[in-house]
């Protein structure tokens, strides 16, 4: 996902925990930082975990390496119709 798509999700309440990398944050620009911070609060406000992991530790290289920022969703968003 995204962060357009973690947005959506956010607004949905679908989040129950959001992992961010902390260099996702202290290396992004000043927008996109602003938009990392803006989600974060908004998770938080529907009552979902947020956690900064550090990079320096395993777990936080292997969510650098995915894209700096994961979300494990109380249900899903998408119908896979496929999988009959």
């Known amino acids: 996902m995204g962060l ?5 999700a956010a607004n949905m309440g679908a989040i129950e ?3 961010v990398a902390d260099t996702a944050l202290r290396d ?3 927008l ?7 989600l974060m609060r ?4 529907r009552r ?10 395993e777990a936080g ?5 995915l894209g700096g920022i994961a979300a494990l969703l109380r249900f899903p968003l998408y119908r896979d119709d496929t999988a009959k």
């Open 4 to 8: 357009l798509q973690l947005k959506n």
């Open 17 to 19: 925990k959001l992992v």
């Open 28 to 30: 992004a620009d000043e």
């Open 32 to 38: 996109q930082r602003l938009k990392l911070e803006t």
């Open 42 to 45: 908004d998770v938080e406000k």
């Open 48 to 57: 979902a975990n947020v956690t900064v992991v550090s990079t320096e530790h």
């Open 61 to 65: 290289s292997k969510l650098l390496s």
